[in-house]
């Protein structure tokens, strides 16, 4: 781990009210992440979230089992038998003790005994919660999770299988004040980077060496990654939303646009900023950057407990309207029938105001949902308009209070002056 430890209170709460969603004598299964061959060695193991969420326990081939309430015990972890040859190649693996201070979990078994201790367990309680959300049966490989719902399907017909993806959503979308100070982490780690990148940032560079700075300063103050592939997208490359190339020259009259977040001890963050190569922007470039800056504080006031993420969108939809109409790039007559069958703003703002945003940077949540307090998401209005040659994305990450909200990147800088006095100042 490159963070001091987690108090384990917050994975014993997230179980607690894990299996108070359980129905009786049901159990569930949580599977940690396969690890994923490259050749002969793994990629980078990053831990199913889900699996992090209840256990804090980051190892390799770990699975935990969860009783609902009424049972006497409470949970067992499975983590990976250890032996010398392993440990010769990979190092020490987690003790029993130790998974025991991570998780706070007294019951540990070895990962070995997974599928012999489910089917002992089943003769009692036939009902058991999987995750097979919609994202796992995307997935081009059989996940865990598919792969033991099939193996429970064949052996044991009669039983219960239930997704366990609905619970974890409703949980993991409201945030524990532990975890928002893992988040803030992520966005100060963030905020570190940005600055750096306008103090180096110059034209003649490649979208790649911002990249690199992006690498060095989050790896350098012990953030595990970025918490996505970032973004550095120069002149009409930042109009391609999911850009992530990052090989092109920096033209001198280019603006930057840069996605990017720090992943701090399994947390996201995501940021867009939009930076002028030379360290000033255009007439144009302004022009476009203060309309999204204007919505973005006005997307951002709208973010409260009780707004549905839909509806909220959809203002958001007509104050961008207003701003294209000003900047000349539709007409009333666009407004009135629209452009290709679709809403006239759609041409140059064509995706969502926001996502949820926590262990996944792309977190549980939809767009159907009602926000509550203690929930986190971004605020990321956006112009794209490719015959001008770029685009601007601003975005933030918004935690909904009891009384509003706060922006927990209001330090990054996104005024056109501060970005420009601090590039001059290099
Ligand atoms: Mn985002």
Not at 17 to 32: D, Q, T, Y
Not at 155 to 184: D, G, W
Not at 189 to 203: D, G, I, P
Not at 273 to 292: C, E, M
Request: one cysteine or more; a negative charge; hydrophobic letters at 40%.
């Amino acid at each position: 781990m490159r963070y001091p430890p987690i108090s384990n209170d917050l994975f014993a709460r997230n179980r607690a009210k894990f299996r108070a969603l359980l129905p009786e004598n049901s159990i569930a299964i949580v599977c940690g992440a396969d690890q994923v061959l490259r050749n002969d060695c793994y990629y980078r193991y990053r831990q199913n979230s889900d699996f992090f969420y209840l256990t804090g326990i980051e190892q390799e081939d770990s699975f935990l089992i969860l009783f609902s309430q009424e049972a006497n015990e409470e949970a067992i972890l499975f983590v990976r038998e250890s032996n010398p040859l392993l440990e010769r190649w990979e190092g020490k693996k987690l003790t029993a003790e130790e998974a025991t201070g991570i998780s706070r979990i007294s019951h540990i078994r070895s990962s070995q005994k997974i599928v012999q201790t489910i089917f002992e367990l089943l003769q009692k309680s036939p009902t058991v919660f999987l995750n097979r959300s919609a994202l796992q049966r995307k997935n081009q490989v059989l996940t865990r999770e598919i792969r033991l719902s099939k193996l429970l399907r064949n052996q044991y017909p009669h039983i219960s299988l239930q997704n366990a993806a609905p619970l974890f959503t409703q949980l993991r979308m409201i945030k524990e004040p532990e975890e928002l100070a893992l988040m803030q982490h992520a966005c100060n780690s963030t905020e570190r980077a940005f600055r750096t990148v306008l103090k180096h940032t110059h034209a003649g560079m490649r979208e790649y060496e911002i990249e690199a700075l992006l690498w060095q300063s989050f790896i350098g103050e012990g953030c595990e990654s970025h918490s996505f592939e970032p973004i550095v997208a120069a002149g009409e490359n930042s109009c391609y939303l999911h850009y992530g190339k990052n090989n092109a020259i920096i033209n001198p009259h280019d603006s930057i646009l840069i996605d990017f977040g720090a992943e701090y001890a399994n947390y996201a963050a995501d940021c867009t900023r939009v930076i002028p190569a030379s360290g000033k922007f255009t007439d144009r470039q302004k022009l476009v950057y203060n309309a999204v800056l204007r919505v973005f504080y006005f997307a951002r006031t709208l973010i409260t407990a009780g707004a549905s993420i839909e509806q909220y969108h959809k203002r958001v939809c007509e104050a961008m309207q207003e701003e294209l109409l000003q900047l000349g790039l539709i007409s009333t007559t666009d407004v009135k029938h629209g452009i290709d069958g679709k809403a006239a703003y759609f041409k140059y703002f064509m995706h969502n105001t926001s996502h949820f945003i926590g262990l996944d940077v792309h977190d549980v949540g939809s767009r159907s949902d009602i926000l509550a307090p203690n929930m986190v998401v971004s605020c990321e209005p956006g112009l794209y308009v490719p015959q001008w040659g770029f685009g601007v994305r601003l975005e933030s990450d918004i935690v909904v209070t009891e009384h509003g909200n706060y922006d927990m990147m209001a330090h990054i800088p996104i005024e056109i002056e501060e970005i420009e006095t601090l590039m001059h100042h290099a």
